[in-house]
């Protein structure tokens, strides 16, 4: 289980990957509007834990095991917004709430809240 700081960043440079298919630390500074500095400690903090990977350039890159990881954690993220938005919480609010939550519910019971809201449709 990481923080869920990593999280955050992990996500983020999973997102800037899949939309722009590379993302630097200065690129990810600036999507999540902290300062290069930080970026850049996080950065290193998950290139220790095995997660990231960086390459020439300045381009970040996942490793095999970030990758799986920040795949699952999309999906938390998808599955509690789908939750959010059948319960009628405020659009303004989703994001909110379900980065409150997103890191304290396991995995089954996201597996399970999803098959739950696949079946509803």
Known sequence: MISA?????????????????????????????VSVPSASKM???????????FQRYGILTLTERGNQLAKELALNHEVLSR????????DEE??????????????????KLDAFLTNRI
Request: glycine share 4%.
């Open 83 to 90: 939750f959010f938005q059948l319960i009628k919480v405020e």
């Open 5 to 33: 700081k990593r999280e955050t960043y992990l996500l983020e440079i999973y997102a800037n990957l899949n939309e722009e298919g590379f993302t630097r630390v200065s690129q990810l500074a600036k999507s999540l509007n």
């Open 43 to 53: 950065a290193k903090k998950l290139k220790e834990d095995g997660l990231l990977e």
């Open 94 to 111: 989703i994001e909110k709430e379900v980065k409150k939550i997103e890191s304290h519910i396991s995995s089954a019971v996201i597996r």
